[in-house]
């Protein structure tokens, strides 16, 4: 059975630039969870969806970070105009259900330069 | 939002010894959790869970959890240099609560 799936695995770009970094969590799992960590850092929580119901978005930084879930599955998280603050692993991690472990993927790279 | 403490170490054990990580929390309500390994430039991954009172273990490890003085530990048995790694624990999320994890403790098992 296929794990989280995150893409891509590195991404550089330009300060200003738009990126969209991809998630698809395992096959039946409601939950879905964007973690940030930088070099040397814990794990930064930036957002959460459940199921269908709103998601919690009490961790994105600023708002210029924005997140969504297409039919409960795929997870997209964009970060506008971006900042060499931004340059870290993101972490995408989904579970069965909210009270269930977590299990992550392999996560993107992000350099801004 | 529920609050997780661990010292970040680095723990250096040699190997063959116990190596013993232990996480604090304040939330009391706190009725479980997840002990997570994430080696150096990897995701992390769960090890272990404990949803009671006491000693839970498998091979090598063992969790404990301590309700009264809200603390939950991981014993690593007989450590290994593959064992070296960062420990990050967890309380088991429920309701509305935002999950958290604890900064993690390095730990370096030396040959």
């Known amino acids: 059975g296929a794990g989280v799936s995150q893409s891509p695995s590195n991404k550089v770009t330009e300060k200003g630039k738009d990126v969209e970094l991809r998630c698809d969590p395992i096959s039946g799992h409601t939950a879905l969870y964007w973690y940030r960590q930088s070099l040397g850092q814990g794990l930064e929580f930036l957002i959460y969806?459940?199921?269908?119901?709103?998601?919690?978005k009490s961790g994105l930084p600023s708002d210029r970070f924005s997140a969504e879930r297409t039919g409960g599955s795929v997870s997209t998280l964009t970060i506008q105009r971006t900042q060499q603050e931004d340059s870290a692993v993101y972490l995408c991690?989904?579970?069965?259900?909210?009270?269930?472990?977590?299990?992550f993927g392999d996560g993107t790279r992000l350099s801004i330069l | 939002q529920k609050e997780v403490e661990q010292n970040s170490g680095p723990l250096s054990v040699p190997e063959g010894a116990i190596a013993s990580l232990n996480c604090t929390y304040s939330d009391r309500g706190s009725q479980s959790f997840f002990w997570y390994r994430q080696y150096s430039g990897k995701s992390p991954e769960l090890i272990m869970f404990?949803?009671?009172?006491g000693d839970k273990e498998d091979g090598r490890f063992t969790a404990q959890l301590n309700k009264a003085s809200q603390y939950v530990s991981l014993l690593i048995r007989d450590s290994q240099p593959s064992d070296s790694a960062t420990y990050l624990c967890?309380?088991?999320?429920?309701?509305?609560?935002?999950?958290?994890f604890g900064r993690g403790t390095s730990l370096i098992v030396h040959p």
């Open positions: 991690a989904s579970s069965f259900s909210q009270d269930q472990p977590q299990h």
């Open positions: 967890a309380p088991r999320p429920g309701g509305s609560y935002i999950p958290t």
């Open positions: 969806f459940q199921g269908n119901s709103a998601p919690d």
């Open positions: 404990i949803y009671s009172n």
